[in-house]
């Protein structure tokens, strides 16, 4: 049951991470290895954010 529930993790981890640098394969690797809270730690922290509109100052 544990083992089950820690591959979920593994999956939704690679989910989430499908548009980052890794991709979804590098990041079930990662959660997979390193644990699935580590690599969501690391999916929010590697976030970038939305880039903002630049003013036009004319």
């Known amino acids: 049951m544990i083992v089950a529930l820690y591959l979920v993790l593994c999956i939704l981890s ?7 640098f890794a991709g979804p394969v ?19 922290l590697t976030q970038g954010r ?3 509109q630049d003013a036009e100052d004319d």
């Open 14 to 20: 690679g989910y989430w991470g499908r548009n980052t």
């Open 26 to 44: 590098g990041f079930f690797l990662i959660s997979l290895f390193l644990t699935p809270i580590v690599s969501l730690l690391m999916l929010l």
């Open 50 to 52: 939305k880039p903002e």
